[in-house]
């Protein structure tokens, strides 16, 4: 089969059994080819044609594509055993299990192993019905926890909610950021608030220093559950190892997935204080997962996780991302007409634009001079910038050289867009 035939083959199949709109939507940002191979920051196309990552699987490359230590891992655990019996000691769930006690703020010790981000919040959503035998859960509007039935009950934006309702009951949403709102809502009755502390999908919505803090005193005060939700921030996506850490909280339940896999395998996880274990320890098959703790991805998560602390990419995540800021504020003031602001931390970083129209046009702009970039589920008008935490300063020059140029082309186009 020829090249050509692929490339029609796939769009295709997506026209035909995947979603006609979605195979569209690609091909009217430019996207009408196949992704084939890639490696570190590094994305080929079946013409190998290359694109810097700067999407970063919405979090999930943080080591870049294929790290060989964490592909090794995975090739020597097929060899041996891929899947769990799911009756004898699995060693590495376990393994992993206690590397997450030990990386994870304060007294955090029991982990549960799922396979993504939205069951790791289905988990800690039940995990906090069940501790404090309360159904009320406060959440953020424009916030993203996954779309299962009660994931989306947490996500915070109508779109994706609306066409499901009636969606789980004691779901209430207030505004990011507002401690005032919180405190109007909390009440005896909370099992949980639930918040991602830097929100991704909602526009790369970054806090004021104290808010995390206050929230998590309201909920010491009410006896209710702090859920911190870093699918999206964990693992050394805000330059430290948990978004939390910038602000000196412990919550309750923290949830993790995405970079967690160290770009190979999908996983998820929650990990809970002990004593918010005390039921799931009384009654052990209360949550179960076939799947989840699997030696596959809890190898690659274990691997993930050393390389991050052996090749100092947290480090490296603060470093890379303090200089793209930079870049990228000088690029605001230069062309405020065009992008509104910058805002992050570390390699999780927003452009605000200051029209929704601008977005379409800088991606298909970005994806022609080969750097992959996409705009926030929740804020069309805000483009991610989310490379793998490896990314080199010299691809960060190319691309701000990429952006540079689309945005003076946006500039120009202004008015008609």
Not at 211 to 232: F, N, R, S, T
Not at 251 to 271: E, Q, R, S, Y
Request: proline share 5%.
């Amino acid at each position: 089969m020829t090249k050509e035939q692929i490339i029609s083959e796939t769009i295709d199949n997506y026209e035909k059994f995947i979603n006609p709109a979605m195979a569209k939507l690609f091909r009217f940002i430019g996207l009408s080819t196949v992704e084939w191979e890639a490696e570190g920051s590094i994305i080929r196309d079946i013409d190998e044609k290359e694109y810097i990552d700067c999407l970063g699987g919405y979090g999930v490359f943080s080591l870049g594509h294929r790290h060989p230590r964490v592909v090794e891992a995975v090739k020597k655990q097929l060899d041996t055993m891929p899947l769990s019996s799911k009756v004898l000691f699995n060693k590495p769930m376990a393994d992993l299990s206690a590397l997450l006690a030990e990386i994870t703020p304060g007294e955090l010790q029991y982990s549960f192993i799922v396979n993504s981000g939205t069951e790791a919040v289905e988990g800690a959503l039940k995990l906090a019905r069940i501790h404090t035998g309360r159904s009320k859960i406060i959440s953020t509007i424009n916030s993203f926890h996954g779309k299962t039935l009660g994931a989306l009950s947490a996500t915070g934006r109508d779109l994706f909610r609306d066409p499901f309702k009636p969606l789980l009951n004691g779901f209430e949403h207030v505004p990011f950021n507002d401690i005032l709102a919180i405190q109007k809502v909390i009440d005896s009755e909370t099992a949980a608030v639930i918040i991602e502390p830097i929100q991704g999908e909602g526009g790369i919505i970054v806090p004021c220093d104290d808010y995390l803090p206050a929230v998590c005193k309201l909920c010491d005060e009410y006896g209710a559950l702090l859920i911190c939700d870093e699918v999206q921030t964990g693992l050394g996506r805000t330059g430290k190892m948990f978004a939390v850490n910038h602000y000196d909280v412990v919550p309750d339940i923290l949830v993790t997935a995405k970079a967690l896999g160290g770009g190979v395998m999908p996983i998820g996880a929650f990990t809970a204080k002990p004593q918010i274990w005390e039921k799931y320890i009384a009654s052990p098959f209360l949550h179960t997962s076939t799947f989840g703790g699997n030696p596959l991805a809890c190898v690659a998560a274990t691997t993930a996780i050393h390389v991050l602390q052996d090749e100092y990419i947290v480090e490296r995540s603060a470093i890379a991302g303090a200089y793209f800021l930079e870049k990228l504020i000088a690029l605001q003031q230069a062309f405020p007409d065009v992008i509104q602001e910058v805002r992050g931390k570390g390699l999780m970083i927003g452009i605000e634009l200051t029209k929704e129209g601008i977005g379409g046009l800088l991606m298909a702009e970005m994806i022609n001079k080969g750097v992959l970039v996409a705009y926030t589920l929740n804020n069309p008008k805000v483009i991610r910038i989310e490379p793998p935490l490896i990314i080199s300063q010299e691809l960060v020059d190319v691309v701000m050289k990429a952006l540079a140029e689309a945005v003076e082309l946006a500039h120009d186009m202004i008015e008609d867009l």
